[in-house]
T-cell receptor, first 114, second 109 residues
Framework: KAGVTQTPRYLIKTRGQQVTLSCSPI?????VSWYQQTPGQGLQFLFE???????NKGNFPGRFSGRQFSNSRSEMNVSTLELGDSALYLC?????????????FGEGSRLTVL | QQPVQSPQAVILREGEDAVINCSSS?????VHWYRQKHGEAPVFLMI?????EQKGHEKISASFNEKKQQSSLYLTASQLSYSGTYFC??????????FGDGTTLTVKP
């Protein structure tokens, strides 16, 4: 069974631009979570979507947004990019969400903001 | 609030043991453990759902002390392949998983 797929894997943007990242979860998984990973901050929770609804949200500014489609694929968008947004963005899928299931992570999208 | 992991880093020789701790200031519903190798995605190791539960995967095991709001990961007779960064995740009752900053384990020959 195919794993979690994230695209693009690498991208470079400049300050002020916006970016959209995509995540295709494992087939049948309805929950998709997004995390920002930086060397100094570890894995920071951005948001979680379940059946097209945002169910949980982390402490990130409104420039970070996301959505989930009916096929469970998810996108996250970052507008007005700042240098500090440079990070590895990981998405993880889970069959049902909740606190009992394992998370399956994609390999991430590495964003560099210049 | 994210869980606190200790130590931040540990260096071992092959065959040595290590313990990684994860503690939380909030009540824990479950604890997940993941390992991430450099340049790769975090990979699930195990989940502990109940206080007092212990699990094992090859020579890696974990315990969960619900009352103390902490979990420990035990790596026995470490192998080179155990090198990586280990994260504990603590989902809340709504399913939002918060992770510790990670413990970097380096196993040397």
């Amino acid at each position: 069974k195919a794993g979690v797929t994230q695209t693009p894997r690498y991208l470079i943007k400049t300050r002020g631009q916006q970016v959209t990242l995509s995540c295709s979860p494992i087939s049948g998984h309805r929950s998709v979570s997004w995390y920002q990973q930086t060397p100094g901050q570890g894995l920071q929770f951005l948001f979680e979507y379940f059946s097209e609804t945002q169910r949980n949200k982390g402490n990130f500014p409104g420039r970070f947004s996301g959505r989930q489609f009916s096929n469970s694929r998810s996108e996250m968008n970052v507008s007005t990019l700042e240098l500090g947004d440079s990070a590895l963005y990981l998405c993880a899928s889970n069959a049902l969400g909740g606190n009992t299931g394992e998370l399956f992570f994609g390999e991430g999208s590495r964003l560099t903001v210049l | 609030q994210q869980p606190v992991q200790s130590p931040q880093a540990v260096i071992l020789r092959e065959g040595e043991d290590a313990v990684i701790n994860c503690s939380s200031s909030k009540a824990l519903y479950s604890v997940h453990w993941y390992r991430q190798k450099h340049g790769e995605a975090p990979v699930f190791l195990m989940i502990l759902l109940k206080g007092g539960e212990q699990k094992g995967h090859e020579k890696i095991s974990a315990s969960f002390n619900e009352k103390k709001q902490q979990s420990s990961l035990y790596l026995t007779a470490s192998q080179l392949s155990y090198s990586g960064t280990y994260f504990c995740g603590t989902p809340d009752n709504a399913g939002k998983s918060t992770f510790g900053d990670g413990t970097t384990l380096t196993v040397k020959p």
